[in-house]
């Protein structure tokens, strides 16, 4: 197992008693997963992250579901909403094919998001109240009814 990848992805903390959950590009889950600080994925779930911790995704990881959480860096793929309450990453290499919604949002050059966003600035976003915002929409519509 090459865990070169992923430790580079691990900042240094000053703290050892911070623990940072991780989960390989060998792993494959179907369901939810719960974590309550730190975890860096860098598998396959075809499921739900919720957290009230920070999550990274790593270069191989492939979320099929919906991610809440505290924060998140994605440099992986996720075909699913994102919702975190206060930052969103979103790498060079990243995929997100959903919604976003978040306080602040990053997006590096070369990250591919389609979807809606919605930056909530000096607001946590909170998951379990979620209030709805005005939907804007634009319709070309060219044909004529002529009759």
Known sequence: MNLNNITSLVSESPSASTSKNILTSDVELKGTIKF??????????????????????????????????????????????VTVQERCELKSNAELLGD????????????????????????????????????ISSQNDSSEDNS
């Open 36 to 81: 309550d600080t730190d975890m860096i994925f860098d598998g396959k779930l075809d499921g739900e992250v919720i957290s009230e911790g920070t999550l990274t995704l790593g270069k191989n990881a492939v979320v099929k579901g919906e991610i809440r959480t505290k924060s998140v860096t994605i440099h992986g793929s996720v075909n699913g909403n």
């Open 100 to 135: 976003l919604k978040a306080m602040r949002i990053i997006i590096e050059e070369g990250a591919t998001f389609i979807g809606h966003s919605e930056v909530t600035p000096g607001k946590s976003t909170s998951r379990l109240t979620t209030p709805t915002a005005p939907t």
